[in-house]
């Protein structure tokens, strides 16, 4: 099968446009580096959802083709990472939180914040926090003034660990439909 090539400048090498490498090594990466692969891939604009579902349809052989998809899906969603994903499949799913948008923006006091998951009817925010990222003492300073600045606006933030998103699902999803209704 022949695949698009296009000259990599810097080496001046062929090799293949993002969404295909992607779509062809796919299923020989590691849980980890599928999820890197393809959210790095699209968060950092190497290539698009649509370039990836255009290699998919011009490769008829790929190699864990069913997950490739389902994690396609679940950018266009709008999740950004492999914890917002599994919040998306496994915790906030369905229908108390159809109304969730994904990645909102908004700009408070001229700071502008992407909201992992946002109810604009009750005016709530839920963040998916991985370890990795918001382990830092720094991090989690720029967290609290966060959800201090939201809160000015009338924006409640509700923080999940990575943990109980894979460990605790159902704990989860009770505590944010339970604040949906609250402040509904």
């Not at 604009?45 to 579902?53: D, G, I, P, S």
């Not at 502008?112 to 109810?119: I, N």
Request: with cysteine; charged share 30%; net charge positive.
């Amino acid at each position: 099968m022949t695949y698009p090539i296009t000259a990599v400048k810097r080496a001046g090498l062929p090799a293949a446009p993002c969404a295909y490498a992607i779509a062809q090594a796919y299923g020989d990466l590691t849980e980890s580096e599928r999820s890197d692969a393809l959210f790095g891939s699209v968060t950092r604009k190497l290539c698009t959802v649509r370039e990836l579902r255009d290699a998919l349809a011009a490769m008829p052989r790929v190699k864990a083709r069913r997950e490739l998809v389902a994690r396609i899906e679940a950018v266009e969603a709008g999740a950004e990472s492999w914890l917002e994903e599994r919040a998306l499949k496994d915790a906030l799913t369905g229908r108390p939180f159809d109304s969730l948008i994904r990645q909102h923006r908004i700009v408070v006091e001229g700071q502008a914040f992407r909201l992992d998951m946002y109810d604009p009817f009750t005016r709530t925010a839920i963040e998916a926090d991985s370890f990795r990222w918001h382990a830092g003492d720094q991090q989690r300073l720029r967290d609290i003034r966060r959800d201090a600045l939201l809160a000015t606006i009338g924006i409640q933030t509700i923080r999940l660990s990575s943990r109980d998103l894979i460990e605790n699902a159902d704990w989860c999803r009770a505590m944010v439909q339970l604040a949906l209704t609250a402040r509904r």
